[in-house]
């Protein structure tokens, strides 16, 4: 019996968590430098593969990551489920810290942001909907945007900046590739179901 959908849970409840964590930042000294992911000690200190994702830089950093957070995430958690929902944004957002460790130009300079977890769930829903149409400047199907995404984000990795353009591009193709998976076992599964 499938289950109903309970609503954007997870997708409103990360975002409550990322804002509640971005106060404490600014109130308490110390979290943005203890939980930071600094590829140079990230075997060391492996939960700042995680702990990085909830951190932010500053009030346009946390701003434009939940905005997209929440325009992307509560149709994909619609779509396959808050389950699969969490694992998507927690597995792009560690192989995205992974990018930024194979891409970055200083290994002691620390990554925070949900971004390559957010890239993820952009990912995902794009292979699962590539034909939806979204507004970037000009309506366009989301693979277009996708492919769009990851070609600016991989001609950025040979510009300097202070944007972890590795992080946004594996988090990218972990959710692409996470996407193409389901779709596969959502096919099979309608197969199976033809010839019962």
Known sequence: ???????????????????????LQILIRGITANFSFIPAYAFQEPWTFITSIFLHFDINHIF????????????????????????????????????????????QIPAIGASGAVYGIM?????????????????MPMIVAAFIWGISEFLGLFVPSNIARGAHLLGLAFGLAY?????????????????L
């Open 64 to 107: 434009f990551n939940m905005f997209a957070l929440f325009m992307f995430g509560i149709v994909l958690e619609s779509r396959i489920g808050y389950k699969k929902f969490l694992f998507v944004f927690f597995a792009a957002g560690i192989v995205g810290n992974f990018g930024y460790m194979l891409t970055a130009s200083d290994s």
């Open 123 to 139: 990912g995902t829903t794009a292979a699962l909907m590539p034909f939806a149409i979204i507004w970037i400047g000009a309506p």
């Open 1 to 23: 019996m499938r289950s109903e959908y309970a609503g954007p849970r997870a997708t409103l409840s990360l975002i409550a968590i990322m804002v509640i964590v971005f106060v």
């Open 179 to 195: 996407g193409i998976y389901l779709r596969k076992v959502n096919n099979r599964k309608r197969t199976r179901g033809i010839f």
